[in-house]
């Protein structure tokens, strides 16, 4: 459960948001390179290989409960690209969100933490999950911190009171789901559409974010020309 858990929180679970896009162009208007051991370096900031690396490992379950074979060369070097591409997402989106003073109180990090532990039977129970899954408490609280912090930050910018999922919608996602089952056995739809639903408006708000970034990418493509001009 913690390494789903901690997936859902690097992948945008319920109640985040920035799992962005597969198309979304990041290579572009903002001071993004590669290099070395670093996968990416964003506005100075260093995105390492290794963190690229644990955070496929960290979402290795919640990709595969999706269906994807990681054992198969190209699915996994697809899985890596959009993995870094939302990993310099999310830091375009920290970096804005600090600027702009948003940050993850401490009491609300402990309580999000605790609620995850409360999830096992016992603190022993949870420890050992931890140990097993090679991950501190320390990180776990990152990247709540991170999730708290990101969530402030986009509903303070985006309105996403109104995302809804309409039934044709729902119907649409449904088919091609079916269509890519091959031999396995569909639920019907009303057993499964709440959570169709939820994935509609989920894409629906991942396109409104993606929306986003390239404002502020723009943004400051366009503040770069001004202080060079200078």
Known sequence: YIAIA??????????????????????????ISISGNTAAVVNGEKITKSDL???IDEAREVIQLQGVDLSDEKAFAEIKKRMLEDMINEKILLQNAAKGGFFAAPADIQTAYDQLAAKFKTTEDFQKELTSRKVTETEVKESIAKQITLNKYIEQN?????????DEEISALYKNYS?????????????IKAELASEVRQQKTRTMIFKFVEKLKKEAAEHAVEDANK
């Open 179 to 191: 269509a890519q089952q091959k031999d396995a056995t569909m639920p019907q739809l009303e057993e």
């Open 53 to 55: 690396d644990s955070r």
């Open 6 to 31: 901690i997936a859902l929180l690097a992948l945008g679970g319920a109640g985040s948001y920035f799992f962005l896009p597969g198309n979304f162009n990041v290579w572009s208007k903002l001071n």
């Open 158 to 166: 985006i309105d996403l009171k109104d995302v809804s999922a309409t």
